[in-house]
């Protein structure tokens, strides 16, 4: 067929058929929301490079959490801000750590609601490094086993996704092994496979009080100019048992969630992070975008590109402009 019998222009001619014929649908449905859970009693505290994402006390947190579930968004996200920290990061397995009682807390008012704990040392360290250190560098092996009991208690405690995000070798068997060995075979793990060491998590280590006290990620995180091992990282990480794979960040990186996708065929998730967010809120307050039309846009990409979930602190935003 050719012009002028094919005229692609006729399915676009209104809103009603251009919504009949969408490939790409996003819906509130398809979004996790990240919260920052401090410690400490009725705190609600601005994130500065973050507008409109607080750090939140644990009641603090139920009520958010509360208001994401109403919207219709299944599930959160929650990264810990401990009382204290130490080299090791052992407030990341305390059973009555920050986590630990906002993951309880939130299961006991919204139990319909999924809670997703991030599993990382980075929040706890003293040093802000994702594991133990061994003359100034990561030791793989020995943070396993860190990573193990963290994942446990953050079971016990009540979460329905375990989503180790340290990129570690071998950390989803690990945990995996971990869990079944302690009767919770029906725990879910959402592997942060391929993790990039990106410069677009700069607002979350504010947020999350992360930063490495010296050098960097770069020995554990991925590189960012490599594709082939991220699908390298993703069925590694298949095989040793994960049951969702993320790629993150999202936009960057989303010819890696179309190739993870075709080759896996896994439940996918992209996270939306913080560089991303900051970005679009910076440039909505300038005059410079539309925020709801380019966050729209942004997330539908994400989507098209082969996420089924897409992880956003836009999440509350995109839900209410949905509707």
């Known amino acids: 067929m050719s012009f002028p019998e094919t005229r692609l222009r006729r399915l676009r001619a209104s809103r009603a058929l251009r919504g009949l014929v969408r490939e790409t649908r996003l819906q509130a449905s398809d979004l996790v929301y990240p919260m920052f859970v401090a410690h400490g009693v009725d705190r609600r505290e ?16 139920v009520q958010e959490a509360g208001e994401a579930a109403a919207l219709g968004i299944p599930a959160v996200l929650l990264f810990g801000l401990p009382a204290a920290k130490d080299e090791a990061g052992s407030g990341a397995w305390d059973d009555e750590g920050v986590v630990q009682l906002a993951t309880r807390a939130i299961k006991d008012d919204h139990p319909d609601l999924l809670v997703i704990c991030d599993l990382c040392l980075c929040e706890y360290t003293s040093h802000g ?32 996704i375990i989503a180790p995000s340290d990129m570690m070798d071998g950390r989803v068997g690990a945990i995996r092994t971990a869990l079944d060995e302690d009767g919770l075979t029906d725990t879910p793990i959402l592997a942060y496979s391929a993790k990039f060491a990106s410069a677009f998590y700069g607002p979350f280590r504010e947020a999350a009080d992360s930063a490495p006290a010296f050098g960097d990620r770069r020995g554990y995180q991925m590189d960012a100019a490599n594709g082939a091992e ?7 990480d298949v095989e040793e048992g994960a049951d969702i794979l993320m790629v993150k960040p999202a936009l960057p990186y989303l010819d890696v969630i179309r190739r993870i996708k075709d080759e896996t065929d896994m439940p996918l998730a992209a996270y939306n992070v913080s560089g991303e967010y900051a970005m679009l809120k910076a440039a909505a307050a300038a005059g410079l975008l539309d925020e709801r039309a380019t966050v729209l846009e942004a997330l539908t990409g994400i989507r098209r590109a082969g996420a089924d979930i897409v992880i956003t602190y836009h999440a509350k935003d995109v839900a209410q402009w949905l509707r």
């Open 46 to 61: 601005p994130i500065p490079s973050m507008p409109g994402i607080d750090h939140l006390s644990i009641a603090h947190a």
């Open 129 to 160: 490094h994702c594991g133990l250190l061994r003359e100034g560098s990561v030791d793989n092996d020995a943070t396993l086993e860190l990573l193990s009991r963290t994942a446990i208690s953050q079971a016990r405690a009540g979460a329905d």
């Open 230 to 236: 991220a699908v390298r990282e993703a069925r590694l």
